[in-house]
């Protein structure tokens, strides 16, 4: 994996690239993306299926899963850092 990180005037883009050989892609892609298709992600209105999912679509659902939780284990360590400040206040000021 190769992450990169680049930012142009106001606009930042962070990019994850994957790269093997495209029998293992395509394997990898359509496991993840079958779980995820099972679990709920993906346009589920009929009359699709899964069978009928090209790759770009398993890869957007893959794609739409890491940037949710990307951002909930953002939210997470934003609730854990106040949770510690919060904590921190209380013995500090509510001590007897």
Known sequence: ?????SST???TTVTFAYTTNTTKMLNIITAAAH??????YGDHTYPN???G???QQK??????FIKWRIKEFAK????NDASAVAAADAEA???L
């Open 1 to 5: 994996m190769a992450g990169s990180f």
């Open 9 to 11: 005037g106001g606009d």
């Open 35 to 40: 779980c995820l298709w099972n679990m709920g």
């Open 49 to 51: 299926t899964f069978a």
């Open 53 to 55: 999912l090209n790759n």
């Open 59 to 64: 890869v957007d659902i893959v794609d739409a």
């Open 76 to 79: 997470q360590q934003t609730i």
């Open 93 to 95: 000021n509510l001590s």
